[in-house]
């Protein structure tokens, strides 16, 4: 959890940002009243005390996003980078699509975007059953207590993702554990950098091996449509394919401990859930409205002068508009700080708004349910193996999660 004692910056005396949570189910505190009182505000941000414009309600955060005068772009000046990349190094490294504007933006999503369709998400149900079903044969085989986040939450988007794009199977453990090495905040920056870069070549060579050897993967068939069309570079592709751990793995990984921890904590809820799986749907729409993990994973810069709420944003200045909050305005979801999975909470933000809207959403829904309704099915007695007040959530202001999750049986 960020710090809680020091709530201002102190060289530039504007409220520090990410702001600390008092309980790790509810967003800041000072959300609710930012929204009340000044919906766009001025704070700074820890990691370097620049200034940034944090936008709180649902309104303004939907308007901000749905505007083309706001650039994704991190590498324009006056863009609020929440993680301290030395400046040489951020120019150097080439954009994915997520920090692209139009039009190159609609270039790379419009190759994707057929992959992600719902149709094929539902074809990949089977088997994103099957890797559940086996990550929970071996939490049984092994015995409780175990940690859910390395039995489980890790290891299921990480395999859903080497089925989407195709890796060998007899490359998974190693997949696996660059992947693990990625998300792992305990492990030096040097450790994390290495397999970043191991994972990088790794996935260059898979891109190579598909345009020589195509399979019926992703990655084929990006690379037989590019042929057939040509629109990027095989750069592009592996960028793309790159992309795809790196936004599909922690969040989704995150959601399913948080989820789980949620409903463990939640029992009149969990018992309707395991009573009536047809309302998994809803409550995992409502858990990701909860947590809106990646509450500030939407930052702006402002390319011209632009007015919302009344407040003028300059052209270079930086923006946070803030999903977390957002999606606990009470004038959308009233008694908004309530898990209730009986409420329909599908105009959630918490996957964005606008172009850049999460292209696996659909992805990240199925997989929540199977997950949330297998466990649940298999182990029905599952429960927490610590105290509460034990466990460590981590919140680096882009994704929040949660390092470990002990349970039992
Ligand atoms: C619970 C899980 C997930 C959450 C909460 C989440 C959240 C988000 C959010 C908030 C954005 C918008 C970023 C922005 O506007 O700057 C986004 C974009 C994106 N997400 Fe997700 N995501 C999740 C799962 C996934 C999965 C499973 C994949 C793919 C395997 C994925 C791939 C992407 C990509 C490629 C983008 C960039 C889209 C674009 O720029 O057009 N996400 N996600």
Same mark, same amino acid.
């Given at each position: 959890?960020?710090?809680?004692?020091?709530?201002?910056?102190?060289? @530039?005396?504007?409220?520090?940002?990410?702001?600390?949570?008092?309980?790790? &189910? +509810?967003?800041?505190?000072?959300?609710?009243?930012?929204?009340?009182?000044?919906?766009?505000? $001025?704070?700074?941000?820890?990691?370097?005390?620049?200034?940034?414009?944090?936008?709180?309600?649902?309104?303004?955060?939907?308007?901000?996003?749905?505007?083309?005068?706001?650039?994704?772009?991190?590498?324009?000046?006056?863009?609020?980078?929440?993680?301290?990349?030395?400046?040489?190094?951020?120019?150097?490294?080439?954009?994915?699509?997520?920090?692209?504007?139009?039009?190159?933006?609609?270039?790379?999503?419009?190759?994707?975007?057929?992959?992600?369709?719902?149709?094929?998400?539902?074809?990949?149900?089977?088997?994103?059953?099957?890797?559940?079903?086996?990550?929970?044969?071996?939490?049984?085989?092994?015995?409780g207590p175990?940690?859910l986040? @390395?039995?489980?939450?890790?290891?299921?988007?990480?395999?859903?993702?080497?089925?989407?794009?195709?890796?060998?199977?007899?490359?998974?453990?190693?997949? %696996?554990?660059?992947?693990?090495?990625?998300?792992?905040?305990?492990?030096?920056?040097?450790?994390?950098? $290495?397999?970043?870069?191991?994972?990088?070549?790794?996935? !260059? $060579?898979?891109?190579?091996?598909?345009?020589?050897?195509?399979?019926? !993967?992703?990655?084929?068939?990006?690379?037989?449509?590019? $042929?057939? %069309?040509?629109?990027?570079?095989?750069? !592009?592709?592996? +960028?793309?394919?790159?992309?795809?751990?790196?936004?599909?793995?922690?969040?989704?990984?995150?959601?399913?401990?948080?989820?789980t921890l949620?409903l463990l904590e939640?029992p009149?809820?969990l018992?309707?859930?395991?009573?009536?799986?047809?309302?998994?749907?809803?409550?995992?729409?409502?858990?990701?409205?909860?947590?809106?993990? +990646?509450?500030?994973?939407?930052?702006?810069?402002?390319?011209?002068?632009?007015?919302?709420?009344?407040?003028?944003?300059?052209?270079?200045?930086?923006?946070?508009?803030?999903?977390?909050?957002?999606?606990?305005?009470? +004038?959308?979801?009233?008694?908004?700080?309530?898990?209730?999975?009986?409420?329909?909470?599908?105009?959630?933000?918490? &996957?964005?708004?606008?172009?850049?809207?999460?292209?696996?959403?659909?992805?990240?829904?199925?997989?929540?349910?199977?997950?949330?309704?297998?466990l649940f099915?298999?182990i029905p007695d599952l429960e927490l193996a610590a105290q509460f007040?034990?466990?460590?959530?981590?919140?680096?202001?882009?994704?929040?999660?949660?390092?470990?999750l002990p349970v039992t049986w």
């Open positions: 959890m960020t710090q809680t004692a020091d709530q201002d910056h102190p060289a @530039t005396g504007l409220p520090a940002f990410p702001m600390a949570r008092s309980c790790p &189910f +509810s967003p800041p505190e000072e959300y609710a009243k930012l929204r009340e009182n000044e919906p766009v505000s $001025r704070a700074a941000l820890r990691v370097n005390g620049k200034p940034a414009w944090l936008v709180s309600t649902y309104e303004h955060v939907k308007k901000v996003l749905g505007d083309s005068r706001v650039s994704a772009n991190l590498k324009l000046p006056g863009y609020p980078l929440q993680v301290p990349v030395p400046e040489e190094m951020l120019q150097a490294v080439p954009l994915t699509f997520l920090s692209m504007d139009q039009p190159e933006h609609t270039v790379q999503r419009r190759l994707l975007a057929p992959e992600f369709s719902l149709r094929q998400m539902r074809a990949l149900r089977p088997r994103i059953q099957e890797i559940v079903d086996q990550q929970i044969d071996a939490m049984l085989a092994k015995g175990l940690d986040v @390395t039995a489980l939450a890790l290891p299921v988007p990480s395999l859903v993702i080497c089925e989407l794009l195709g890796v060998p199977y007899e490359d998974h453990p190693q997949f %696996e554990i660059w992947a693990g090495q990625i998300m792992n905040h305990d492990i030096s920056d040097e450790e994390r950098g $290495r397999a970043h870069y191991e994972l990088d070549q790794y996935v !260059d $060579r898979l891109v190579t091996a598909k345009e020589t050897e195509p399979g019926d !993967d992703m990655i084929s068939r990006l690379v037989a449509q590019n $042929r057939a %069309e040509p629109t990027v570079e095989h750069a !592009d592709i592996v +960028s793309m394919a790159r992309l795809m751990l790196v936004t599909g793995h922690e969040t989704t990984a995150n959601m399913i401990a948080l989820g949620a939640h009149d809820q018992a309707a859930v395991k009573a009536d799986p047809a309302l998994l749907p809803r409550a995992v729409e409502e858990l990701l409205r909860f947590f809106s993990i +990646s509450d500030s994973g939407t930052a702006r810069v402002a390319l011209e002068d632009i007015e919302i709420g009344g407040t003028t944003i300059r052209a270079g200045e930086g923006i946070l508009p803030l999903n977390n909050s957002a999606n606990h305005d009470e +004038s959308v979801f009233p008694d908004a700080d309530t898990l209730d999975i009986h409420r329909e909470a599908r105009s959630h933000l918490a &996957f964005g708004y606008g172009i850049h809207q999460c292209i696996g959403q659909n992805l990240a829904r199925i997989e929540l349910e199977i997950v949330y309704g297998t099915k298999r007040s034990e466990l460590r959530f981590k919140d680096d202001a882009i994704v929040y999660g949660i390092y470990e």
